[in-house]
């Protein structure tokens, strides 16, 4: 996560000092997750890599009524798309029970995109106010609050009926005209390229001993009697814990195994290509199933892998 999530977090505070006239602040997902849930009226925006936010956008709109409510934009410099959050819902197909509210949704952000304000807020009054009246597909439907419990064709004929009209208990939506800036920011800028300079190699193994404990100095030393061409062997991790070298025999092992190669005169010290290869050239003679490998680059001289 400092590696990736890092980074993430890096380039969001550099663009957030472009608009100090927003207030940004940050939160691990786990803790964002639950103060989601607990005070989402504190959240406007939230900025996320692609998994949380697939996530987070689905706990949101189930805290607003139900997931089939929310619809999505996705927007490029040159090309826009709009679907609902949940994807295609296949095992509602044919049955008259999905909520259309979200490809609804979608629709509407499309039309305030392609600059039809006056349809879209048109469009949008009449959803809140079939909403208001208790017109509830089932994943809505609440005894008591609801009024009638209908199919996605009926809801959608609900909304039809009540174009024109808007709510009078929730808040009526109000487009603007989508007003395109002349002198605007693309929407992604080409960084300088940094100094990549390769000082390393993870090798991943295949590698099994029918026991899942104390077999890490086996291979620690098979390995190890590979060093050579001026790569050496620094360590050998298993699940994310170091085995080898001073590993513990009370570790819980599996048969994946990741072997780290740096340069013999020291780590963050420069290897070619050629030593790489020939080193997968031995691990092959050796007989090992080497499954992936992954080189080691620092960037502008910061390490770019995880210790």
């Known amino acids: ?6 980074l993430f977090h890096r380039i969001f505070d550099e663009i957030s000092k472009e608009y100090s006239n927003i207030e940004a602040d940050h939160w691990i997902v786990d803790i964002g997750s639950a103060k989601l849930a ?3 009226e504190n959240f406007d925006v939230i900025v996320m890599p692609n ?3 697939d996530v987070l956008s689905d706990v949101a709109a189930q805290i607003a009524g139900s997931v089939g409510l929310a619809g999505s934009s996705n927007i490029g410099e040159k090309v826009a798309m709009f679907e609902a959050i ?3 819902a296949p095992r509602r197909a044919g049955q008259n029970l999905a909520n259309p509210s979200g490809l609804f949704l979608g629709a509407v952000l499309m039309l305030v995109h392609i600059n039809q304000p006056d349809v879209a ?3 949008h009054n009449a959803w809140l106010r079939t909403i208001e009246d208790g017109i509830h597909t089932y994943d809505m439907f609440k005894e008591g609050v609801s009024t009638e419990k209908v199919g996605t064709k009926e809801f959608a004929e609900a909304v039809v009926s009540r174009l024109g009209q808007k709510p009078e208990k929730l808040k009526p939506v109000s487009y603007a005209a989508n007003v395109v800036a002349t002198n605007s920011k693309p929407i992604c800028t080409v960084r300088e390229p940094q100094k990549k300079d390769l000082v390393g190699v993870d090798i991943f193994l295949d590698w099994w001993k029918g026991q899942y404990y104390g077999v890490a100095n086996e291979l620690g030393q098979k390995v190890e009697a590979l060093n050579g061409e001026g790569l050496k062997l620094q360590s050998i991790a298993n699940r994310g814990v170091k085995v080898y070298p001073d590993g513990f025999p009370d570790t ?3 048969d994946h195994w990741r072997c780290r190669f740096i340069a013999e005169d020291g780590e963050g010290n420069a290897v070619s290509r050629q030593q790489v290869i020939s080193l997968l050239q031995r691990f092959n003679e050796s007989g090992f199933d080497v499954i992936k490998t992954e080189n080691l680059y620092n960037f502008s001289n910061a390490r770019g892998y995880s210790a």
Request: aromatic share 10%; proline share 5%; charged share 20%.
């Open 86 to 88: 949940h994807g295609s």
């Open 38 to 40: 607990d005070t989402p």
């Open 252 to 254: 819980f092992t599996v």
């Open 51 to 53: 998994l949380y936010g």
């Open 121 to 123: 807020e048109n469009a």
């Open 1 to 6: 996560m400092k590696q990736t999530d890092g």
